[in-house]
Structure formats: C-alpha cells, structure tokens
C-alpha cells in the first residue's frame, strides 16, 4: 500500500469514528476522556499554589460566576435576535438607544487598542454593560411583552442581578442564602422567557 492510500484509508477510519462518537454521545455514551474530569483537574492544577480555604472559596464562586454568565449572555443573544428579526441589518441603529450605542462603541474601540487582550471584539452586543439589558428591553417594550410579563418584572430582576454580578466581579464571596437567589432569579427568567 503506498504512503498515499495509506493516508487515505487512515482519514477514512477517522471520519467514520468521529461520526460514530458523535452518534453515541449524542445518545448520552461517553466517548473518550470525559471533559468534566479533565476541566476539573486542570482547575485544581491552575489554583493549587494558593491556600485550601481561598481554593475552596474560588470553586464555590465559580459556579455562581459560570450562571451569571450564561444568563447575561443568553439575555444578550435574545436581544440581538429580536432586534434581528424587527430591524434587518439595521438592529443596532434602530433598536439600541443612542447613548447606549455610544458607551459600547467607544468601549469597543478601546478594547481595539488594547493589543495584548485577544478577546471577542467584534460582536457588539458584548460591549453594552449589563444595567443596559434591561434599558434595550424596555426601549423595545412591545417587542418582548410577549415573553417578559412587565417592565417592572424585568427591572427588579436584571436590579437585583446586576448587584450580585458587581458583588462577584470584584471577587467578593456571597453567601449561601445570596447565591439561593440568583439562581432563583436565574430559574425564574429561564422559566417565564422560555430558555
């Protein structure tokens, strides 16, 4: 067999094997190294330097920072989309108000300059602060009543939020009973928005 077939027939077995995996894991089987394990081990190897109670307290926040994020950035995609489908291509001028879309486009730029951050730069959903959710919402009112039940109802909540996310941010530690709550929260948004 040459080198080429060889190649060949090596690219084939693997083509078939990733759409098997993907089969099987798709019917809930594991398929190689299971990732939890390997994310959890490649934490604990990152914050091993520093001592067991600070380790302790840093794992127990990141799964409140992990919510917050899923939360912040899904509500940012339900935005993007509604306005999407309202306004065209035209969404960010039309749907987003003025001062808004100054804060995040100056916000933008700097985060251009800023060469050693590599982060995502381009999806400008990304640059509007968390307080701003809820003002494009409302902004676009009748464009989400059909899934958030009042502006009074979303405020209290994106509030309430907002503290928690500024608490944590500044890598404060919160208490269980507060930790109960942005997942109430959280439960509450994804069960009325339908997430």
Known sequence: ??????????????????????EFQGA??????????????????????FP???????????????????????VREL???R????FGLDWWAKGVPKKIQQFAEDRQRQASQDSWLEGQKTAILEFVEFGHLADIIIHNWERFTDLIPSQHWLKQRMDELEKARH???????LLPSEVERIEMYVKDW??????
């Open 79 to 81: 935005i993007g989309h």
């Open 167 to 173: 608490f944590i941010a500044h890598n404060r530690l």
């Open 190 to 195: 994804n069960r009325t928005v339908g997430i």
């Open 28 to 49: 809930g089987i594991r398929v190689g190294a299971d990732q939890r394990t390997v994310e959890r081990s490649l934490q604990e190897e990152v914050i091993s330097p």
């Open 1 to 22: 067999m040459r080198d080429l077939d060889k190649v060949r027939s090596w690219m084939f077995r693997a083509l078939l094997f990733e759409a098997e995996a993907n």
């Open 52 to 74: 067991l109670e600070l380790r302790n307290q840093a794992i127990y926040m990141a799964r409140t920072y992990s919510l917050l994020y899923c939360f912040e950035n899904s």
């Open 83 to 86: 306005l999407q489908d309202e």
